[in-house]
C-alpha cells in the first residue's frame, strides 16, 4: 500500500530508561540503556514518566506475591515494567513493547548485581549507587536482554 | 457527483480515511460504553489508535495527523469521562486480555487527555515548521477562504460563485494544505493545552495521585511558562518541585528549578532568582553523565552537569558580589543588589538551602558557672560546586552580648560592617574559605555573665556588601543529614572534630546561677512543743553580696510528704485544718519600722509565707522570727529560700537562690489525765458495772447525789522543764446549767510550780452530781503553763476536754465504818452498815471471814432484809492481837435482786495497830481523843 512506506520511516526507538528507586522513593541509580537514536527531551521526560508511575507501584505491590510487576503503566508507545525486590527498593523499567522473557531476565539479574552491592559493608542501604563496576555490569545486562 | 468522482489527491485522501475511521470509532466506542463495556471499549480504542497511529503522511501535512490523533483521544477521555459517572467501580472490572493487560490509568479519562494535550503539542510543532515554510503563501488567503466541507464526510472543496451559482471545485493538495495551516493558525493551541492537562491534573489529584499530577502540573506550568504567563507557571513549578525534593529526584528537581529559576528572573525578584540558583548550584546532579546529556533539548535549566552547576555558581556569585558583566542579569536593571537593595536569606531546619549553607554549632561542656569561659566550635558546610569565600561570620545567641563577629582577615574590611559591630567582639580568622563538602572548623572562647540557657540561633555570614545569609544554628546531636546527598562512596563527615562532639554535642548551654554570697542561718533549738508559738530565728547576713529586693520564701512541709493536714480529720477541725501553721513574721523592734514599706512583699499563709528582705549592704544582717504554732505532735520540714539579686532592684536582674532547711520535731509538752474517786470505805451498787464487765470503753459511773473525787493531773512529757502558772475545770457550756457542782479543793498556785520533765502535777476536785439527767458533763481541763526558760515566754494554755459520766442512782450503798486507828489489845467497833436506797424490800447476804489478828464477836453468815429506804447496820467488836498494819475480817454481801455480791478492796480493810496508845502533841491530841 501507499501507507507502507511511511511507516518505515518512522524510527525503531529502542530506548530505555532504567532506575532504581530506594524505599524512601529516592532514585538511587538511574543509566540510559539502549544505543538507538534518542529523541529530544527524552531522558527528562522518562524520568517524568518513571517517577509518575510510582504512583501505580505504590497500589500493585501490595496485591501481588509475585516480584515482578511486569507492564504496569504505558505511555503512548512507552511502557513502564517494575520489579519490586523484598526490601521494597523498586527496579522500573521504561522501554517500548518487548517481550516479558527478557526484561525478567534483566531485572533478576540486576537484583542479584542489587544484593551484591547491599552486601557491601562500606554501601549505606538508601544511598546513591555510583560503583562504576556496578554501571558497566548493569549495561552489559541491558545490552545482552533488551 | 457520483459520476464525477476520482480518486483524491494523496493528502485529502488519508484526510478522508482518518475522519471516516473516527466516525465510526466514535459510534462503535458510544455503543460501547453505553453497555458499560468499559474493558471492551479501552481494547477498542487500543486497536483503533495501534491501526492509525502510524498513519503520519507526508511531512508537510504531519500536523494534521497529530491533531487527528489529539482529537482521538480527547474526544475518548470525554466520552469515557461521561459514562464513568454511571460505573461506580472501575478498578473491579477485569480489564484487558491476558497477552496485554491493561493498566489501571487505561480507563480513566485522565490518561487520555493528558496524551491528548501531549499530541496536541506534536501538533503544534508541525505546524509551526509548516507555517515558517508558508510564510511566502500570503496571497493564498482569499483563495483559502473559500474552502468549505464538502457533502461527503472528510473531504473538501472550494465554494466557487458565478453570480447565483455556486459550484464545487476539488482542490489540490497544495491548495489543501495551505488552507489547513491558515485554519491551523486560527487555534490558539497553548490554551487547548493547558485546559486539557488542567482536566487530567485536577482528575489526578481527586485520585490523590500525586506524582502522576504532578507531571501534568509540570507540563502545564511549561505551557504556561511558553505563553509567557510566568504567575500561574511559578505557582504550578513551586508545588512540584516540593514533591521532587521530598522524594529527592535530582534530575526532575533540576528541571523544573531552571523554569522557576527563569521566572523569577523575568519578574526581576532578585531574591528568588539567587535563591533558586543557589539551590540549583548545589544539587547532586552527578557530573559521570555529561556524555549522554548532550543530545538533549534542555529547558532553561540547561544539562544537568557538573559544568552547568559551576556555571550557575559563578552568575550567583557574580551578581551578589557586584561584580558586572553578567550576560544574562545585564539585561534586567532590576536585578542589582546594592545598598539601597540588600538581599537577605534565610535558612531554616526545612529549607532546601541547606544544601548551601549548613551551621552546626556545638558548646563544649554542657553547663559552665557564670562567667567561665567555654568553647564553641562552629561549623560550616556548602554543597556549592566552587569554593566560597565568606567575609565575615556573625554568630547569634539568645544572650545578645553573647554575640560575636568574625572577620576574614584575608578581605579589608567592609566599610559597611563598620557601624554595626560595635559592641560585638570581634574575631579574626586567617581564611573563611568553603570548600565543597568540606567542614569549615572555627573554636572561639564564649562567656557570658548571666545564668539560665545560653543557645546560639544563628549564623550570619555575609559575602560581598550586600548579601547575607542567616542560616538557623543546628546541634551536630539532633542535626538531620542532607538526603539528597547520600552516595556510597561519600565519607560521611562529622561537623566536628572530636567525634564524641559530633554525637552528642548540643547548641545550647546551661549557665549555673553564681554562688551565692550570702548566709542564712535558721536558729531554731529543740524540738517545739505543741500549742505554743515556736519561735525560728531566720538570720540573713551578707558576706559578699549586697542584696537587692531579697524575698524570703518560708514552706512548711510534712516530713512524711503529704500535706499538713489529714483528710479524715478536715471536717472537724475545718477552721483550724492546719496542724503545724505558720502564724507570723516578726522583725525584731527597732529596726523594722522604716524598712516595711506598705508595698513590700508580707503574705502569710499557714504553710507558706512570702516575705521581704529589705536592702542590706555587703556585711550587714538582718534577722527576722518566725512563729510557728503546732496543733498536732508532727515532725515538720521547714524550707526557707532567700532570693536576692546581688547588683541592682530591677526586676529583670539576675536572681540568686540560698536555700535552708531544718526539721523540726513537733512534741506535746503537757499530758493531762484525770481519776473519779469515791469517798473512802463507801461503796455503792453501780447495776452498769455488774453487767459489762468486759467492755472497759464505756464511761465512768458515778452514783447520783454523793461525793465523787476528780483528780486531775498534768504530766510532763517534754524533754524541758516546765512552769505550771495554773489548772482550771473549765465548764463548756455556761447556759444549759450545770448538773453537777465542781468545788476546787484548796486554792489556785500563788506560784508557778516547777516540772521537771517526766514530773506530775495533780489537783483535785470534787464532784457532786445533783440532778436527774443519767448524763454528767465535767467540762475541759485547762492547763496554763510555759516554759522554764529564764526569759518570759508567753503563756501557753492547753486544753483538753474531759470525757463525760453516767450518773445512776445505786440501789444499794455499803459503808464500813471503824475508827482511823486501834490500839493492841483494846476493842474497837466494826460496823458495816447496808443502806437500801430502792423501794424495795431487799434480801442481801453477807459472811465474814475469820482474821489471825484479830478476836471477834458477831454473826458470821446470815440472810437479813433491809427495809426500802432504810439502813441495816452490822455491828463486830473487834479486838487487835498483833500491832502494825493488819487486815480487818473480810465480808461479803450479796445483794440476791441483782445477784451481785460485793467485797470491799483491801485497803478499806486496813488498819494499822499502835502497840500501845500514842501520845499526840497539840492538835493531834485533840483529835486522837
Known amino acids: 500500500m501507499h501507507f507502507q512506506a511511511e511507516e518505515s520511516e518512522v524510527p525503531m526507538a529502542t530506548t530505555a530508561c532504567f532506575i532504581i528507586v530506594s524505599r524512601n522513593d529516592i532514585p538511587i541509580y538511574e543509566t540510559e540503556l539502549g544505543s538507538a537514536a534518542k529523541r529530544e527531551d527524552a531522558a527528562q521526560l522518562h524520568q517524568f514518566v518513571l517517577h509518575a508511575a510510582l504512583d501505580v507501584v505504590q497500589d500493585l505491590a501490595w496485591t501481588t506475591s509475585a516480584m515482578f510487576l511486569k507492564a504496569i503503566d504505558r505511555f503512548n508507545d512507552l511502557v513502564v515494567s517494575v520489579y519490586v525486590t523484598a526490601g521494597h527498593t523498586r527496579f522500573m523499567l521504561l522501554h517500548d513493547s518487548r517481550s516479558d522473557d527478557g526484561i525478567k531476565s534483566f531485572f533478576q539479574e540486576v537484583h542479584e548485581l542489587y544484593i551484591k552491592t547491599l552486601l557491601n559493608p562500606l554501601y549505606l542501604p538508601g544511598s546513591r549507587i555510583t560503583s562504576s563496576h556496578f554501571d558497566t555490569k548493569v549495561r552489559g545486562l541491558g545490552r545482552k536482554y533488551l | ?929
Open chain 2, 1 to 929: 457527483m457520483v459520476g464525477t468522482s476520482k480518486r483524491l489527491p494523496a493528502i485529502q485522501r488519508l484526510v478522508e480515511i482518518k475522519t471516516v475511521a473516527e466516525q465510526l470509532h466514535f459510534k462503535i466506542s458510544t455503543l460501547l460504553l453505553h453497555g458499560g463495556k468499559v474493558g471492551e471499549a479501552v481494547t477498542w480504542f487500543r486497536q483503533h489508535n495501534g491501526s492509525y497511529r502510524r498513519l503520519v503522511g507526508t511531512p508537510e501535512a504531519v500536523f494534521l495527523h497529530w491533531e487527528w490523533m489529539s482529537r482521538q483521544f480527547l474526544v475518548f477521555g470525554e466520552l469515557l469521562d461521561k459514562s464513568s459517572a454511571a460505573i461506580t467501580n472501575i478498578s473491579s472490572l477485569a480489564l484487558g486480555t491476558a497477552d496485554k493487560p491493561l493498566s489501571e490509568w487505561e480507563s480513566r479519562p485522565a490518561y487520555y487527555y493528558q496524551l491528548a494535550a501531549h499530541y496536541l503539542k506534536e501538533k503544534r510543532a508541525c505546524l509551526e515548521l509548516a507555517l515558517s515554510m508558508s510564510e511566502t503563501g500570503n496571497e493564498m488567503d482569499n483563495g483559502a477562504e473559500s474552502v468549505v466541507p464538502s457533502a461527503y464526510v472528510g473531504q473538501f472543496a472550494r465554494l466557487l460563485e458565478q453570480g447565483d451559482e455556486f459550484a464545487m471545485q476539488s482542490l489540490t493538495d497544495e491548495e489543501y494544505i495551505r488552507f489547513a495551516v491558515v485554519e491551523g493558525k486560527r487555534f490558539q493551541d497553548s490554551y487547548e493545552i493547558i485546559a486539557l492537562l488542567k482536566k487530567s491534573y485536577e482528575s489526578y489529584s481527586n485520585l490523590k495521585v500525586q506524582r502522576m499530577g504532578s507531571f501534568c502540573g509540570f507540563q502545564i506550568g511549561k505551557e504556561y511558562y511558553m505563553a509567557g504567563e510566568f504567575n500561574n507557571a511559578k505557582q504550578l513549578f513551586d508545588d512540584i518541585a516540593s514533591l521532587y525534593r521530598r522524594e529527592g529526584w535530582v534530575t526532575l528537581l533540576w528541571e523544573v528549578l531552571g523554569y522557576l529559576r527563569e521566572c523569577a528572573r523575568k519578574y526581576g525578584t532578585v531574591k528568588e532568582l539567587i535563591e533558586y540558583s543557589l539551590e540549583m548550584a548545589a544539587l547532586p546532579v552527578s557530573s559521570g553523565t555529561d556524555t549522554q546529556m548532550k543530545y538533549r533539548e534542555n529547558g532553561p535549566a540547561g544539562p544537568a552537569s557538573l559544568a552547568r552547576r559551576e556555571e550557575i555558581h559563578k552568575d550567583v556569585f557574580g551578581l551578589v558580589i557586584g561584580e558586572s558583566g553578567l550576560s544574562s542579569v545585564e539585561r534586567n536593571d532590576d536585578l542589582k543588589i546594592t545598598l539601597d537593595n540588600p538581599l537577605h536569606l534565610e535558612i531554616d531546619l526545612v529549607s532546601p538551602l541547606r544544601l548551601v549553607l549548613l551551621a552546626s554549632v556545638a558548646f563544649h561542656e554542657q553547663k559552665i558557672k557564670p562567667s567561665a569561659p567555654t568553647l564553641i566550635t562552629l561549623s560550616l558546610l556548602s554543597q556549592l560546586p566552587l569554593t566560597v569565600e565568606i567575609d565575615q561570620l556573625e554568630v547569634q545567641f539568645n544572650q545578645s552580648n553573647c554575640n560575636f563577629i568574625i572577620m576574614n582577615a584575608q578581605r579589608p574590611p567592609l566599610a559597611a560592617t563598620a557601624d554595626d559591630k560595635q559592641g560585638h567582639r570581634v574575631e579574626s580568622s586567617s581564611s573563611l574559605t568553603l570548600s565543597t563538602n568540606k567542614w569549615l572548623r572555627l573554636t572561639y572562647d564564649v562567656k557570658s555573665d548571666q545564668s539560665g540557657k545560653l543557645e546560639c540561633t544563628s549564623v550570619i555570614a555575609k559575602m560581598g556588601p550586600h548579601f547575607t545569609i542567616c542560616c538557623r544554628a543546628e546541634s551536630p546531636a539532633s542535626m538531620e543529614d542532607l538526603p539528597l546527598f547520600k552516595f556510597e562512596d561519600r565519607v560521611e563527615t562529622s561537623p566536628t572534630k572530636d567525634p564524641a562532639l559530633a554525637f552528642t554535642g548540643q547548641k545550647a548551654i546551661q549557665i549555673e546561677e553564681p554562688d551565692p554570697q550570702v548566709d542564712l542561718n535558721l536558729g531554731a533549738s529543740g524540738p517545739a512543743l505543741v500549742g505554743e508559738r515556736f519561735i525560728v530565728p531566720v538570720t540573713v547576713s551578707s558576706v559578699g553580696h549586697a542584696v537587692y529586693s531579697g524575698e524570703l520564701k518560708i514552706n512548711l512541709v510534712d516530713v512524711r510528704g503529704g500535706s499538713l493536714f489529714s483528710p479524715r480529720e478536715t471536717e472537724a477541725y475545718s477552721l483550724d485544718s492546719h496542724h503545724v501553721e505558720l502564724v507570723g513574721i516578726s522583725v525584731p523592734e527597732g529596726k523594722d519600722e522604716t524598712q516595711l514599706d506598705t508595698d513590700e512583699i508580707n503574705k502569710i499563709q499557714k504553710s507558706f509565707g512570702l516575705f521581704s528582705v529589705p536592702f542590706l549592704k555587703c556585711g550587714e544582717s538582718w534577722s527576722c522570727k518566725l512563729e510557728i504554732k503546732w496543733h498536732r505532735p508532727k515532725p515538720v520540714m521547714l524550707y526557707v529560700s532567700l532570693g536576692y539579686s546581688p547588683y541592682s532592684f530591677e526586676s529583670t536582674a539576675q536572681k540568686v537562690n540560698v536555700h535552708k532547711s531544718l526539721q523540726i520535731e513537733g512534741k506535746t509538752a503537757i499530758v493531762i489525765s484525770h481519776r473519779f474517786m469515791l469517798p473512802f470505805r463507801q461503796d455503792p451498787l453501780l447495776l452498769s458495772r455488774i453487767k459489762a464487765v468486759a467492755d472497759s470503753d464505756l464511761p465512768a459511773s458515778l452514783p447520783r447525789n454523793e461525793t465523787c473525787i476528780l483528780l486531775v493531773s498534768a504530766k510532763n512529757s517534754a524533754e524541758v522543764p516546765l512552769k505550771l502558772l495554773g489548772m482550771t475545770l473549765q465548764e463548756d457550756n455556761e447556759d444549759t446549767g450545770r448538773p453537777c457542782s465542781v468545788r476546787h479543793e484548796g486554792e489556785d498556785l500563788l506560784e508557778p510550780a516547777l516540772l521537771v520533765p517526766g514530773e506530775e502535777f495533780k489537783k483535785i476536785f470534787t464532784v457532786i452530781s445533783e440532778d436527774d439527767s443519767s448524763k454528767l458533763t465535767i467540762g475541759t481541763a485547762c492547763v496554763t503553763w510555759t516554759r522554764d526558760s529564764g526569759s518570759k515566754a508567753a503563756s501557753v494554755l492547753t486544753k483538753q476536754t474531759l470525757p463525760d459520766v453516767n450518773v445512776e442512782s445505786p440501789p444499794l450503798v455499803v459503808s464500813l465504818d471503824c475508827p482511823p486507828y486501834a490500839i493492841l489489845g483494846d476493842p474497837f467497833t466494826y460496823l458495816v452498815k447496808i443502806r437500801n436506797q430502792t423501794q424495795l424490800l431487799q434480801e442481801v447476804k453477807f459472811s465474814l471471814a475469820d482474821a489471825q489478828s484479830f478476836v471477834l464477836s458477831g454473826s458470821h453468815n446470815d440472810t437479813v432484809f433491809v427495809l426500802p429506804k432504810s439502813e441495816h447496820i452490822l455491828s463486830y467488836k473487834l479486838v487487835p492481837l498483833a500491832s502494825g498494819v493488819q487486815q480487818m475480817p473480810r465480808f461479803t454481801v450479796t445483794a440476791v435482786r441483782y445477784s451481785a455480791g460485793f467485797q470491799p478492796s483491801i485497803a478499806a480493810y486496813t488498819i494499822f495497830i499502835f502497840p500501845s496508845k500514842p501520845h499526840f502533841k497539840g492538835a493531834a491530841v485533840g483529835t486522837g481523843g
